[in-house]
C-alpha cells in the first residue's frame, strides 16, 4: 500500500536532464531505489525501437533500421525528490536474434509486449514474446504491458475495433493495455510515465519490506508522508492514465 504523498508526487514527476553521478543521501541510502529494468519485446518492425526513441530523445526516424540484437537507453527522472532511471532495453524482432536478446530478458522489473494496431497477425504473437519474456523471471516480479502502436496510421473507428482483441488479450495477459503513436508522440510520456511510477512504488515497497522484515505499512519510515482523507488514499492508489484499458 502506498501512501497518497508518494502517489501526489507520482502524478507531477518531472523528467530531469541527465545527472552526473548522483552524491544525494537518498541516492546512497537507497541505491535500489535508483533504477529499474524495462524490456521491449514484440515483432520486428512493430515500432519497438521508434517508440523508445520518441520517449528518450523526442525523435522519430520513418526510415526503417533493423535493431541487431538488443540496445539499450536510460532515462532518468526525479520522483519524490529521489533521481530514478528506467533502463529500457529495445529487442530485435527478427527471428535470428532472438536467443542474443532472450539473454537480456533477466530481472525486468516491466515487460513490454509490443504489436502494431495495423497488423493483427503482430498481435497474436505478443503471446509467445511475453512467455519468452517471462521464462526468464521469478513468476509475478514483472509488470506486463500491451502496447498497440502506429495509432496515426488507423482512423479513431478502425483503432478501437483493433483494441477489442488486443484488451481482451491484455486481460488474459494481465497486462494493462495502452495505444500510442512514436509518430505524433500521442501517449508516449503518459505510457512511460505510468511504467516508471509502477516500477518506482514496487521498489519503495521491496525496500520498506526489507527494512522492516514485514509488511510495510502505510506512513512507514521517513521518506514518505502520510497526507490527504482516507477516500482519497483509496482513489489515488490506482491511477489509470489516457489510453489505459
Ligand atoms: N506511422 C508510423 N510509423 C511508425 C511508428 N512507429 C514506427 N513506425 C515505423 O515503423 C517502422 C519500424 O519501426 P522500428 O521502430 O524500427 O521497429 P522495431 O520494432 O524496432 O523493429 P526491429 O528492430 O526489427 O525489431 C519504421 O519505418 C518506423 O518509422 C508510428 O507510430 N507511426
Ligand atoms: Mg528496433
Known amino acids: 500500500m502506498l501512501p497518497v504523498g508518494l502517489w501526489h508526487e507520482l502524478q507531477k514527476f518531472r523528467v530531469s536532464p541527465p545527472a552526473p553521478e548522483c552524491r544525494c543521501v537518498e541516492c546512497k541510502t537507497l541505491p535500489e531505489l535508483s533504477l529499474s529494468k524495462v524490456v521491449v519485446v514484440g ?103 500491451l502496447v498497440g502502436t502506429k495509432k496515426d496510421l488507423l482512423s479513431r473507428a478502425a483503432c478501437e475495433q483493433a483494441e477489442v482483441e488486443a484488451v481482451h488479450l491484455a486481460k488474459e495477459m494481465q497486462a494493462e493495455y495502452w495505444s500510442v503513436s512514436a509518430k505524433t508522440g500521442e501517449n508516449v510520456k503518459a505510457f ?38 482516507p477516500s482519497e488514499n483509496q482513489e489515488s492508489k490506482r491511477p489509470s492514465g489516457p489510453g489505459c484499458c
Open 43 to 145: 515483432d520486428l518492425y512493430v515500432g519497438k525501437t521508434s517508440l523508445i526513441h520518441r520517449f528518450c530523445k523526442n525523435v522519430f526516424d520513418c526510415n526503417y533500421k533493423a535493431t541487431i540484437g538488443v540496445d539499450f537507453e536510460i532515462e532518468r527522472f526525479e520522483i519524490a525528490g529521489i533521481p530514478y532511471s528506467l533502463q529500457i532495453w529495445d529487442t530485435a524482432g527478427q527471428e535470428k536474434f532472438k536467443c542474443i536478446a532472450s539473454a537480456y530478458y533477466r530481472g525486468a522489473q516491466a515487460i513490454i509486449t509490443a504489436f502494431d494496431l495495423t497488423d493483427v497477425q503482430t498481435l497474436e504473437h505478443t503471446r509467445q514474446w511475453l512467455e519468452d519474456a517471462l521464462r526468464e523471471n521469478e513468476p509475478g516480479s514483472c509488470f506486463i504491458f
Open 192 to 229: 512511460f510515465s505510468r511504467v516508471a511510477a509502477l516500477a518506482f512504488e514496487q521498489s519503495v515497497l521491496q525496500h520498506l519490506e526489507r527494512r522492516s522484515g514485514s509488511q510495510p505499512q502505510v506512513g512507514d519510515g521517513d521518506l514518505i508522508h502520510m497526507e490527504g482523507s
